[in-house]
């Protein structure tokens, strides 16, 4: 699937970047882009998303094709979410079946994923901007696998079962994980497809 000719890149996204090269947006420019990171070849595409103040595992290629394969539904994407208050068994079954949430074409229930509770802190790098502190109430970790990725998808459905997350970190794709990357570190590999297999 991939030829020589191809760039691919591992990524952790730190809070408060966008997923693109080019700022789009006419009244907000003095945003933060992909590509601060690092020096990347020109037709260097996201593959997928993750919004502004969203963290974590960022897949990007040169490539096409690579791209739709691993925003299918054959790559499951695990994430983990910070959400507010201790989320209940009944709050983590209806994740698991699916949600109704609002998308840009209308109502959409979310497919059947993978949702667990997190019964420790997971460890990840602290945050450039400080999620509000334990004096506002409890919070708890929960990890939620997809196979699918509407816009902010994870943020909707925690926030439809009423625990909004307040902070949103992707920390697998396929096989790749972020585990031994830090925030803003980029890492060129050869072949994507394999990895994440």
């Known amino acids: 699937m991939e030829t020589a000719k191809h760039q691919n890149f591992i990524i952790f996204k730190p809070f408060g970047y966008l997923s693109q090269f080019v700022n789009n947006q006419t009244k907000r420019t003095k945003k933060k882009l992909l590509g601060e990171l690092g020096s990347f070849p020109e037709n260097t595409m996201a593959i997928g998303r993750l919004d502004e103040p969203s963290e974590g595992l960022l897949l990007l290629t040169t490539d096409g094709k690579v791209s739709e394969f691993i925003r299918s539904s054959k790559v499951a994407k695990e994430y983990y979410a910070q959400v507010d208050g201790e989320i209940t068994s009944e709050a983590i079954e209806l994740l698991k079946k699916g949600v109704e949430i609002s998308t840009e074409t209308g109502k959409y229930i979310t497919k059947n994923c993978t ?5 420790e802190t997971p460890q990840l790098p602290e945050r450039a901007k400080k999620i509000r502190d334990e ?21 909707k459905m ?22 031994k990357l830090i925030p803003g570190e980029v890492k060129e590999v050869p072949n994507l497809v394999k990895l994440t297999c």
């Open 115 to 119: 949702v667990k509770k997190l019964l």
């Open 135 to 155: 004096r506002h109430g409890p919070t708890s970790w929960v990890s939620i696998t997809l196979t699918e990725g509407k816009f902010r998808q994870v943020r």
């Open 158 to 179: 925690t926030a439809v079962v009423g625990f909004p997350t307040l902070r949103l970190v992707r920390v697998r794709i396929g096989e790749i994980t972020i585990s």
